[in-house]
């Protein structure tokens, strides 16, 4: 799955007629309809401000995706379909991708239409940068100075983050732990006994390009 941490815009025109395209992140399914009035504000001119959104609702243990898309006028499946597609085949999630056109005077047709929706999200598209949302815990550990080198050499090797080290009567890190890794690594760290103690832990993620 991609993610996208920020705003993106592009656009094309053809035969006249421009489709201004805007890439936008989405927190709550909720913002959908704030991020289309911003559109249709910023492009008054514009006829038609067509759309997909594909959105995770995450529960306690449950994973839903809503996708929705909308012609906003233009024949059907000319519009929206094209850019859900577009944004499907990158597996994108939590996006919302909209493309206002302002009409130049010539008809395109459907197929016309479908292209060009298709290929104003797709400038979009390629102007986004992506990233990966990885699930894993950040912990806090107490260690004694002796084994504080041998530690940093195992987490590096590991490709675990040590987020901040506290130099005190022991040293603290705090480190980050992707989901896949934490078994392996718990029983590791059990191994050195007393000497290392959990000081917290909890769930968290985080995105990576």
């Given at each position: ?26 927190e ?13 504000k ?13 959105f ?11 996708k ?28 919302l991708?909209?493309?206002s ?22 400038a ?30 195992s987490?590096t ?32 760290i ?20």
């Amino acid at each position: 799955m991609k993610f996208i941490k920020e705003c993106f815009y592009g656009e094309i025109e053809e035969k006249k007629s421009k489709f201004y395209a805007g890439l936008f992140p989405l927190e709550r399914e909720a913002d959908v309809e704030g991020l289309l009035e911003a559109c249709r504000k910023k492009y008054r001119d514009a006829r038609h401000h067509c759309y997909a959104y594909i959105f995770l609702e995450e529960g306690e243990g449950i994973l839903q995706e809503h996708k929705k898309q909308s012609d906003d006028g233009e024949p059907a499946k000319t519009a929206g379909m094209p850019i859900l597609q577009r944004m499907e085949s990158l597996e994108l999630k939590n996006a919302l991708l909209v493309v206002s056109r302002i009409f130049g005077g010539t008809l395109l047709g459907t197929g016309g239409l479908s292209r060009a929706y298709s290929d104003a999200a797709k400038a979009v598209l390629e102007k986004a940068v992506f990233l990966e949302r990885i699930e894993g815990w950040e912990l806090q550990l107490q260690i004694p100075y002796s084994l504080l080198g041998k530690l940093e050499y195992s987490f590096t090797e590991q490709n675990i983050s040590i987020l901040d080290k506290a130099f005190t009567e022991n040293v603290i890190l705090r480190i980050r732990v992707k989901e896949e890794q934490y078994s392996g690594f718990e029983k590791q760290i059990r191994e050195y006994g007393p000497q290392v103690v959990f000081l917290a832990i909890k769930k968290c993620r985080w995105y990576t390009r």
